[in-house]
Nanobody, 119 residues
Framework: QVQLVESGGGLVQPGGSLRLSCAASGSSFSTYTMGWYRQAPGKQRELVATVNSGGQINLGDSVKGRFTISRDNAQNTVYLRMNDLKPEDTAVYYC?????????????WGQGTQVTVSS
């Protein structure tokens, strides 16, 4: 079982930056693929970024060149650094952890943190 707690959201002006953090409890953090997803009002949840246990990173097309993801296995934490924020980045951002065991995927989600980009 993994519990995820996000922090770092807030209101920022267009062009600004934020860093989101997701602290995980439970064991075997390093074996999980960690990621960030977001959901804007009236839209489906979409992938922002993931980093797997080997450090391989996958970024959503809309954030490439602006966002980065990193993980600190010693601190059981994953980060999302967001630069050059745009109003369309406004959404609730969710932290996700998953791994595949015995052919099945186990997903865990945080409660979400609001990011609002507005002047």
């Amino acid at each position: 079982q993994v519990q995820l707690v996000e922090s770092g959201g807030g209101l920022v002006q267009p062009g600004g930056s934020l860093r989101l953090s997701c602290a995980a409890s439970g064991s075997s953090f390093s074996t999980y693929t960690m990621g960030w997803y977001r959901q804007a009002p009236g839209k489906q949840r979409e992938l922002v970024a993931t980093v797997n246990s080997g450090g391989q990173i996958n970024l959503g097309d809309s954030v490439k060149g602006r966002f980065t993801i990193s993980r600190d296995n010693a601190q059981n934490t994953v980060y999302l650094r967001m630069n050059d924020l745009k109003p369309e980045d406004t959404a609730v951002y969710y932290c996700n952890a998953y791994r595949i065991l015995f052919g099945g995927r186990n997903d865990y989600w945080g409660q979400g943190t609001q990011v609002t980009v507005s002047s």
